[in-house]
């Protein structure tokens, strides 16, 4: 079993920076044998994938409308996965989630409660 607690979201101006952070309580299995994605979901609208990181680190993934502003990161050592969010936009106003999936799945299986992010203009 996986538990993930995002933390980190909040309020911030339009060009302002943000730091979440998923923290991972995985019982059989250490954390570093998960892929762990981020995830955000704005009112109205789909959930949409935001980045990806390997079990290592070595490679991540980003879409289009965050490359180049937001970095994933993980700390195996600490369990935790962190989404830096750097010159954010009115339009990164979504629940963000963080997710957990091994490898041999093709779809994420652990999903935590999400944490708000609001961007002002």
């Known amino acids: 079993q996986v538990q993930l607690v995002e933390s980190g979201g909040g309020l911030v101006q339009a060009g302002g920076s943000l730091r979440l952070s998923c923290s991972c309580t995985?019982?059989?299995?250490?954390?570093?044998?998960?892929?762990m994605g981020w995830f955000r979901q704005a009112p109205g609208k789909e959930r949409e994938s935001v980045a990806r990181?390997?079990?290592?680190?070595?490679?991540?993934y980003y879409a289009d409308s965050v490359k180049g502003r937001f970095t994933i990161s993980r700390d195996n050592a600490k369990n935790t996965v962190y989404l830096q969010m750097n010159s954010l936009k009115p339009d990164d106003t979504a629940v963000y989630y963080c997710?957990?999936?091994?490898?041999?799945?093709?779809?994420?299986?652990?999903w935590g409660q999400g944490t708000q992010v609001a961007v002002s203009s």
């Open positions: 997710a957990a999936a091994l490898p041999t799945r093709s779809s994420y299986e652990y």
């Open positions: 995985a019982s059989g299995r250490t954390f570093d044998r998960y892929i």
């Open positions: 990181i390997s079990e290592s680190g070595r490679n991540t």
